[in-house]
């Protein structure tokens, strides 16, 4: 059975850091494209980050994360990462990794795999 399972969410100050990990079972992560996206209350879900299935893993981020999230795979751990630096309120949202096998990009309606997601809240 395919599966995500997120963690690495919490409490944070504004200004602080998180690390958020999405462990992938029944799956080996080569030949995906992956996502990290998150939901806020009230408002839709929206793309954050992602990393294409090509051999060269091209990231793209949104450009309210650019320059201060990073996506990252393990292939050895099987997982995907985003570290999140100087994190502000607004970050604050459920966050939810996504696979889609031989994509280049990863918009939401494509992905097929979803974690149960983890919650970030920034706040003082």
């Known amino acids: 059975q395919l599966q995500f399972v997120e963690s690495g969410g919490g409490l944070v100050q504004p200004g602080g850091s998180l690390r958020l990990s999405c462990a992938a079972s029944?799956?080996?992560?080569?030949?995906?494209?992956i996502g990290w996206f998150r939901q806020a209350p009230g408002k839709e879900r929206e793309g954050a980050s992602c990393?294409?299935?090509?051999?060269?893993?091209?990231?793209n981020y949104a450009d309210s994360v650019k320059g201060r999230f990073t996506i990252s795979i393990d292939n050895a751990k099987n997982t995907v990462y985003l570290q999140m630096n100087s994190l502000k309120p607004e970050d604050t949202a459920v966050y939810y990794c996504?696979?889609?096998?031989?994509?280049?990009?990863?918009?939401?309606?494509?992905?097929?795999?979803w974690g149960k997601g983890t919650l970030v809240t920034v706040s003082s």
């Open positions: 029944g799956f080996a992560l080569r030949g995906y494209a």
């Open positions: 996504a696979a889609k096998y031989g994509r280049s990009t990863c918009p939401d309606y494509a992905m097929e795999y």
């Open positions: 990393v294409s299935s090509s051999s060269t893993r091209r990231t």
